[in-house]
């Protein structure tokens, strides 16, 4: 789990990107495709084409971490928009890493009955 404070916004980065890319050319994708500043605190997640695996991009104020997840099986949920980033938030994230959709999550399992 990666640690971030309530303060920071999480940023999914649309489309597929080449997760072959390390710290500093992912920060400057976001500087010049999504026109933010990588260095403000904010969470940045790329995913690769297959969809299997995320990168996650944060500068905590002292500097870059990059996080890497990978997938057993299945696929990371993704938005459709070709371009551009969606703000989500940490619990949607959380949702997201562990393989579940945080678009719409679902209770898998609820009691009926007391007794």
């Known amino acids: 789990m990666i640690p971030i404070p309530g303060s920071v916004r999480v ?6 990107t080449d997760v072959r890319r390390g710290m500093r050319s ?23 084409r297959r969809g299997d695996l995320v990168k996650i991009l944060w500068h905590d104020g002292l500097g870059m971490s990059l996080y890497a997840k990978r997938l057993d099986r299945g696929k990371f949920i993704w938005p459709s928009a070709s371009a551009g980033a969606v703000s989500i938030s ?3 994230m959380a949702y997201m890493l562990e393989g579940i959709d945080w678009r719409n999550p679902q209770l898998s399992w609820r009691q009926r009955s007391a007794g």
């Open 26 to 48: 992912l920060a400057l994708t976001v500087q010049a495709i999504l026109k933010r500043d990588p260095y403000a605190g904010d969470l940045y997640i790329f995913r690769g």
């Open 11 to 16: 940023w999914i980065a649309t489309g597929h």
């Open 90 to 92: 940490a619990a949607q």
